[in-house]
């Protein structure tokens, strides 16, 4: 029997088996024990009743999200700019408002928001990340967000009214109870903002690397407008966003309060034309990351054998299901660069490759640098223009295999 959908309990079709996947984020520290590392199967499926893509098995979210969860956001310049832009245009015409985050992560966002004084609160399970957060003059309370939260939150603080979220809404199979709870907590004529990885952008650049335990739905225009009216709640504008390799922020407010923007309209008309929740697109998607596979594969082998000295760039959650579909060990990456302290000294989850950090890195010292973070690849290349011109080169995967 199909599994049941996340959202709408629906069949769920599947159309892509990226295999056995360890947790992405599951960096191995030394003396720690490999062979207790927790694996899946990773594959992805479209609910056909609310064409809602999403996992076929999500891991406990215990086990993604807790005290030393390694992921921090303000590890991008390009990503503190965006939040503290996105920080303003939120606080833009409202007076002594609160605002509500659901996986602040290290406050890269509430930072600004405190900053100006202005009433706030975050909340995230992991404890370091918020601990890093309340360095910034966040305050966190450490906690998956939930209705129960919701109401919690509500009773202890008011109503908020701006509640915003990114990258993280996606990542919980109860997002329905996240969308009741932020039903519950909003205020009247308050509003809902979320940013997650678009389906659209996913396909079109066959970012199959997006398909991660954490990233547990896909989100389109369509699916959102069905997900978001069972809680009360209406999609009132779209906007499309330029980060990590393409996503939308989709505003959401209760239900006839706001007028809709035309540009949901239009997005929904482009989804049509370009077929995005068609099976054959779905299944075209899934042939072309075989040959993703096939190609990095035959590249990486060919540069080992005639003795090139190949190493990543980029320990990002995404990497681990290219490294682990691929086969990508030590033997043909010798090391992931990065500048996360929580990730440096550490081992990739599943194939094992050392993570060091960027003083590792530099002129002389490799040939090739596999970019697992692509879609920060402006921002690293910037920083390691003195490899590039002493003739380092660049192996890049997505949209298809190529060195620059
Ligand atoms: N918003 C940041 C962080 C994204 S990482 C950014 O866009 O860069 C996802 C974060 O969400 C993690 O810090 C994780 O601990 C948190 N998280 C996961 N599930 C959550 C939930 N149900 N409620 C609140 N936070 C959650
Ligand atoms: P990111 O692509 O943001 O997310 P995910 O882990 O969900 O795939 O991860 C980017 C990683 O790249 C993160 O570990 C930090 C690292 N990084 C650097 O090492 N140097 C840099 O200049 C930048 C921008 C990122
Ligand atoms: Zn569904």
Known sequence: MAPACLVCTGPVEEFLDLGRQPLSDAFVAPGEDPSREYFFRLALGRCAACCMTQLIEVPPAERMFHQTYPYRSSSSAVMREHFARTA????????DPFVVEIGSNDGVLLGAVAARGVRHLGVDPSGDAAADAAARGVRVRVDFFTERIARDVRAEHGPADVVFSANTISHDPNVNSILRGVAALLAPGGEFVFEDPYLGSVLANT?????????????SVRSVVAMVRRAGLELVDVERLPVHGGQIRFTAAHRGTRPVSPAVAELLAEEDDQELHDSARLAEFAARTRDRRRDLVVLLRRLRDGGARVVAYGATAKSATVANYCGLGPDLVSAVIDATPTKQGRLTPGTHIPVEPPEAFGPGKAD?????AWNHAEEIMAKERAYSESGGRWVFYVPEVHVV
Request: glycine residues 0%; neutral net charge.
């Open 368 to 372: 090739y640098a596999l970019m697992f």
């Open 207 to 219: 970012a199959f690397d997006q398909i991660i335990d954490e990233h547990v739905l896909f989100f």
């Open 88 to 95: 303003e245009r939120l606080l833009a015409r409202r007076r």
